[in-house]
């Protein structure tokens, strides 16, 4: 089954104290993404990736950290989270533009 | 910038009415566009998408066709059903752009 997973799927942090957050696709696919869902403020991309080793930033970087080793991983790193990194993070995985896949999210809270 | 705005919700409706989420859009090449469904708890979903101007994108039950005169995308269903109680998603990808470019979501809530 062609899917997009992520770990973990809620996860409650202090200030601070380094975190990551994985992702994984099957399909192959080159592209891949990260996203936050804000109430309010809709999804905005974070960061993303057009093939292994090429990363670059999207609308909200700060903060966060990428890597791109292996085409099917995407882990999404906060070296050190704040309050205002509360949110519900997606990743997402696509061919082309034809459409992204997106994992099932995960809700982080920084406290 | 890109930005695509979606009639604001939540929209209640009773099941089997005729559905209609207003999405318009605005690019400065030529987007593909795209309907993205998230059920509660879960990811979002590609509903649909169109590539090029009057395109139409459908997926179960669900239409949307591509005016580029109007710059809209509008979602439509005739027939509601309780398991179409969602947040839908439009959404907008230009060329050259590595991203979607998303509108606000539309919460929907079908009525039995």
């Known amino acids: 089954e062609a899917q997009v997973t992520q770990n973990p799927r809620y996860l409650i942090t202090v200030t601070g104290k380094k975190l990551t957050v994985t992702c994984s696709q099957n399909?192959?696919?080159?592209?891949m993404s990260w996203y936050r869902q804000d109430p309010g403020l809709g999804l905005r991309q974070i960061y993303y990736s057009m093939n292994v080793e090429v990363t670059d930033k999207g609308d909200v970087p700060e903060g966060y950290k990428v890597s791109r080793k292996e085409k099917r991983n995407f882990p999404l790193i906060l070296e050190s989270p704040s309050p205002n990194q509360t949110s519900l993070y997606f990743c997402?995985?696509?061919?082309?533009?034809?459409?992204?896949?997106f994992g099932p999210g995960t809700r982080l809270t920084v406290t | 910038g890109d930005s695509v705005t979606q009639m604001e919700g939540p929209v209640t409706l009773s099941e089997e009415a005729f559905l209609t989420i207003n999405c318009t859009y605005t690019?400065?090449?030529?987007?593909?566009l795209f309907w993205y469904v998230q059920y509660p708890g879960e990811g979002l979903q590609l509903l649909l998408k169109a590539t090029k101007a009057d395109d139409k994108g459908s997926n179960k039950g669900f239409e949307a066709t591509y005016r580029k005169e109007t710059t809209s995308f509008h979602l439509e269903k005739g027939s509601v059903q309780v398991s179409d109680s969602a947040v839908y998603f439009c959404a907008l990808s230009d060329q050259g752009a590595q991203k979607l470019v998303f509108g606000q979501g539309t919460r929907l809530t079908i009525n039995p």
């Open positions: 399909m192959n696919h080159e592209y």
């Open positions: 690019a400065t090449g030529y987007p593909s």
């Open positions: 997402a995985s696509s061919r082309n533009r034809g459409g992204e896949y």
